[in-house]
């Protein structure tokens, strides 16, 4: 378990000052942002690579910042993406003039927040790329490896874009070689006991006596299957022939190899599992260039171990052994790197202007109940922290009702903070959520609490009808946003019978109050429903069968919500 720490609502934070203090010659932090940059800021005339991702991983994201690798990371919470604001803020610090790549790993809430980054870096001129890592093998079959998760290859990825950028390529090389690296790497892991979040007493999954989780995630999921526990002589060979089945057509034999620790798995063990591979290897025919045994991706605390092959041609291998100069990654003399010069970092706004809003005396009386509102979810999601994030471990990595109780506190606090009427309290409060939240969960409440403050606007006082129209324009950005169906397992599927509720009363001629209400048991039955779905989207897609008999988190925590809302309806109707 974690046992170093003060608040674990604050572990993120002092970690970030930690590192910093400790490299400060290496990195410094991106003004007003949640990541780090190498020491100088952006590069005149070169193309910046930022990696990205929850903390918990250490050394990826913030350990592999420096020469050779990457420019800048943004770090989210503990096994939580990173907000879309803080990517680009990071983003704009190392704007160079040539061009970002983003290059991070195929999770939902990552891609849902650096896309709409990359989308806002466009907007303004600033050509920016996206390179999935899709390298776990155990997370979809090979036809499907769009679908595929990034663990431990992301180092080889992230390695061979930063040489390639650091040599003066241009942003359309960097792009092309980090996505055939990605296209030529294979990772599959193993875990012999979970990790334990701060603060916390039991570890994310148990492994019993004797077994072992195959195909587990970084993020603390459990593997895709259990086996029996195994010399180490055995391991090697399980870790290693699925990857050579999916060996690429036209490869040499040359190939980097990664063994890495997931956090609790003491070097000895890796050195003595990485002597086991070498004449398999030697057997299949693979010629091992610059092998890499240590922890690179971790896991918290995680007991594990992973193999990464990385496929080589000559492209390919002499970026892979190009020199870099990194807090946790060192090879070579970066003395012989192009010299860019060194830009500085770019002012940026860091949020929304507190400014006084033009707001009728109606639409202010209704912020007065959104703000109620909004604390009474607080209140809710708050006490069933520890459920939520029960259900969200089963399949997922259990952050789901700290991540909930994170957003809607900085909700409410932008709630409390912000002058207007009832749709300038949403929009500030969906703001605050989606930065502080970050993950799948802040970008879709963010962006529903966003949507429905628009529709709800500041000049009326909003009706039943306003608000059913909100609800549906706050449902189809979430699908849209999302890629989720009603029947995928998401919150969907309880908003979505909670709208068609609502609106079926309003139709009806009922009261908000009333329809909010009715509508609100409909979310509650829906959400307990969930638990005979197999989620099809998302972390806990790997895990579907584990994942029947448990409720979504995200649907019921939507249900819990909108039933704080009720409540609140009801009370001010008296």
């Not at 990359?118 to 790329?129: A, F, N, T, V």
């Not at 999601?381 to 009702?401: C, I, K, P, T, Y």
Request: one cysteine or more; charged letters at 25%.
């Amino acid at each position: 378990m974690t046992r170093v720490y003060n608040d674990p609502e604050d572990f993120k934070d002092e970690m970030t000052a930690g590192f910093l203090a400790a490299y400060g010659r290496y990195v410094e932090r991106v003004p007003g942002a949640s990541g780090v940059m190498r020491r100088g800021g952006a590069r005149e005339g070169k193309v910046s690579l930022i990696t990205g991702g929850g903390s918990g991983h250490y050394p990826a994201f913030c350990g592999i910042v420096g020469a050779g690798l990457a420019d800048g990371a943004v770090m989210g919470d503990i096994f939580t993406s990173p907000s879309t604001q803080q990517a680009y803020l990071v983003a704009k610090a190392l704007d160079g003039g040539a061009g970002i790549l983003f290059s991070y790993g195929n999770y939902a809430g990552d891609v849902l927040n650096f896309d709409a980054a990359q989308d806002r870096l466009r907007d303004e001129g600033i050509d920016c790329r996206t390179v999935l890592v899709t390298d776990d093998v155990a997370s979809a079959d090979e036809d499907e490896a769009h679908k595929r998760r990034g663990i431990a290859g992301d180092l080889c990825v992230f390695k061979v874009a930063g040489a390639a950028a650091d040599r003066g390529e241009s942003l359309d090389d960097v792009e092309r070689i980090a996505q055939k690296a990605n296209d030529v790497t294979r990772t599959l892991g193993v875990a012999f006991a979970g990790c334990t979040f701060p603060g916390q007493s039991e570890p994310l999954f148990s492994v019993d006596e004797g077994k072992m989780e195959l195909g587990l995630g970084i993020h603390g999921e459990p593997g895709v299957r259990t086996v029996d526990a195994m010399s180490a002589k055995d391991l090697a060979s399980l870790l290693l022939e699925p990857l050579l089945e999916e060996r690429p057509e036209g490869a040499d034999g040359r190939a980097a190899v990664l063994l890495n620790g997931l956090g609790a798995t003491k070097y000895e063990e890796l050195f003595l599992l990485y002597g086991n591979l070498m004449p398999l290897l030697e057997d299949a025919g693979i010629q091992v260039v610059m092998p890499e045994t240590g922890e690179l991706v971790t896991s918290l605390d995680m007991a594990g171990c992973s193999l990464t092959l990385c496929w080589l041609d000559d492209e390919l291998e002499e970026l892979w052994s190009a020199p870099a100069d990194t807090p946790a990654f060192r090879r070579g003399e970066t003395s012989a790197l192009p010299s860019f010069r060194e830009k500085g970092a770019a002012a940026v706004e860091t949020g929304a202007e507190a400014e006084a809003v033009e707001a009728s005396p109606e639409s202010r009386e209704a912020a007065e109940t959104v703000r109620t509102a909004l604390h009474a979810m607080l209140d809710a999601v708050n006490e069933q922290e520890d459920e939520l994030g029960r259900l969200d471990a089963v399949a997922g990595d259990g952050d789901h009702g700290v991540g909930m109780t994170r957003g809607f506190r900085a909700a409410t606090q932008a709630a409390d903070d912000a002058d207007g009427g009832a749709g300038t309290v949403l929009r500030r409060a969906g703001l605050a959520f989606g930065d502080k939240a970050g993950g799948t969960s802040g970008m879709l409440w963010g962006s529903l609490l966003e949507e429905f403050g628009k529709a709800l606007g500041d000049t009326e006082k909003p009706t039943a009808l306003d608000v059913v129209e909100a609800t549906d324009r706050a449902i189809e950005l979430v699908k849209q946003l999302g890629k989720a169906s009603v029947g995928d397992k998401t919150m969907l599927d309880a908003m979505v019978p909670f709208a068609d509720e609502l609106r079926q009363q309003v139709d009806d001629g009922a009261g908000l109050a009333d329809a909010w209400s009715t509508a609100a048991e409909t979310a509650d039955d829906a959400a307990e429903g969930t638990a005979e779905l197999e989620p099809k989207i998302g972390r806990a897609r790997p895990l579907a069968e584990r994942s029947v008999g448990t409720p979504d988190p995200g649907a019921t925590s939507m249900a819990l919500c909108v039933g704080a809302v009720a409540q609140v309806l009801r009370g001010e109707s008296t």
